[in-house]
């Protein structure tokens, strides 16, 4: 059974940096596409970024210029870099991944930016 755990989330202020880390275990095969989404309260969940196997990636226009995926092929983990945190970072971070055509979840991790 895939699971992917996430860790890194924590309370950090305005300006400052954090780096998520989200590890994906249970399969053999590499995950195709990987990437890192938020949810704030009340509203719905948004793309942060993504990076495929080849390491292309995509980011959402708020987080362009300040944070950075990036992903380790052997150890099926995914990285999420943030610098210059605001508080509307402030959410529940989530990783997924795409393996054989299933799209995987993590339980999330909760990232505070404080102004």
């Known amino acids: 059974q895939v699971q992917l755990v996430e860790s890194g989330g924590g309370l950090v202020q305005a300006g400052g940096s954090l780096t998520l880390s989200c590890a994906a275990s249970?399969?053999?095969?590499?995950?195709?596409?990987m990437g890192w989404f938020r949810q704030a309260p009340g509203k719905q969940r948004e793309l942060v970024a993504t990076?495929?196997?080849?390491?292309?990636?995509n980011y959402a226009d708020s987080v362009k210029g300040r944070f950075t995926i990036s992903r380790d092929n052997v150890k099926n983990t995914v990285y999420l870099q943030m610098n210059s945190l605001k508080p509307e970072d402030t959410a529940v971070y989530y990783c997924?991944?795409?393996?054989?055509?299933?799209?995987?979840w993590g339980q999330g991790t909760q990232v505070t930016v404080s102004s």
């Open positions: 249970g399969s053999i095969i590499s995950p195709s596409t």
């Open positions: 997924n991944a795409f393996i054989l055509g299933v799209l995987h």
């Open positions: 990076i495929t196997r080849g390491s292309s990636t």
